[in-house]
T-cell receptor
Framework: KQEVTQIPAALSVPEGENLVLNCSFT??????LQWFRQDPGKGLTSLLL?????REQTSGRLNASLDKSSGRSTLYIAASQPGDSATYLC???????????FGPGTSLSVIP | NAGVMQNPRHLVRRRGQEARLRCSPM?????VYWYRQLPEEGLKFMVY????????ESGMPKERFSAEFPKEGPSILRIQQVVRGDSAAYFC???????????????FGQGTRLTVV
């Protein structure tokens, strides 16, 4: 059974810092891994999608890496801003039934 | 393409009433997934359906919850005799189905926030 974990559960950093969010998954039989952002009381915003054959994806200040064999992904946020404050969710799409399994999320707070 | 549409966005029910949540998948998608997000928790898989068929309901509570995806119309998640513990955000996702676009990103609706009073 696929299990996705995220470390840390919560993170508070001063504005301008670079930071790394970690995601681990137990079953490497995945099509892809996706990072989402969720603001309080809101829906999901897709940030980055990494296919199982890829090693990393970049979008602006965000860079996500994937090491499928070790079951790990990281989301790197450069020069953090208060507007980056949100919960970041990691999710893997299994090859069985295309089911997406989520991690519990990392709650990020960027202090001005 | 309007994306995955969920309604209502907010739903308030008294204990014991029924809640019906609707999800219209993206155009061309024939598979729907339902997820529940309890307060301060991550999204938990509930059920996976294709039209007129339940594929995987391993995450569905055994009682009071049911889901359908008829040949015509939206997918419905139905909660009977709601209790306070059912208060959560319910998200729906759609896909073209295994083998077709399996490598595409997951497309989610904006969710329905159910409050049981």
């Amino acid at each position: 059974k696929q299990e996705v974990t995220q470390i840390p559960a919560a993170l508070s950093v001063p504005e301008g810092e670079n930071l790394v969010l970690n995601c681990s998954f137990t079953d490497s039989a995945i099509y892809n891994l996706q990072w989402f952002r969720q603001d309080p009381g809101k829906g999901l915003t897709s940030l980055l999608l990494i296919q199982s054959s890829q090693r990393e994806q970049t979008s602006g200040r965000l860079n996500a890496s994937l090491d499928k064999s070790s079951g790990r992904s990281t989301l790197y946020i450069a020069a953090s801003q208060p507007g980056d404050s949100a919960t970041y969710l990691c999710a893997v799409k299994e090859t069985s039934y295309d089911k997406v399994i989520f991690g519990p999320g990392t709650s990020l707070s960027v202090i001005p | 393409n309007a994306g995955v549409m969920q309604n209502p966005r907010h739903l308030v029910r008294r204990r014991g009433q029924e809640a019906r949540l609707r999800c219209s998948p993206m155009k061309g998608h024939s598979h729907v997934y339902w997820y529940r997000q309890l307060p301060e928790e991550g999204l938990k898989f509930m059920v996976y359906l294709q039209k007129e068929n339940i594929i995987d309901e391993s995450g569905m509570p055994k009682e009071r919850f049911s889901a359908e995806f008829p040949k015509e119309g939206p997918s419905i998640l139905r909660i009977q005799q709601v209790v306070r513990g059912d208060s959560a955000a319910y998200f729906c996702a759609s896909s073209p189905g295994p083998g077709q676009g399996s490598r595409t990103e997951a497309f989610f609706g904006q969710g329905t926030r159910l409050t049981v009073v």
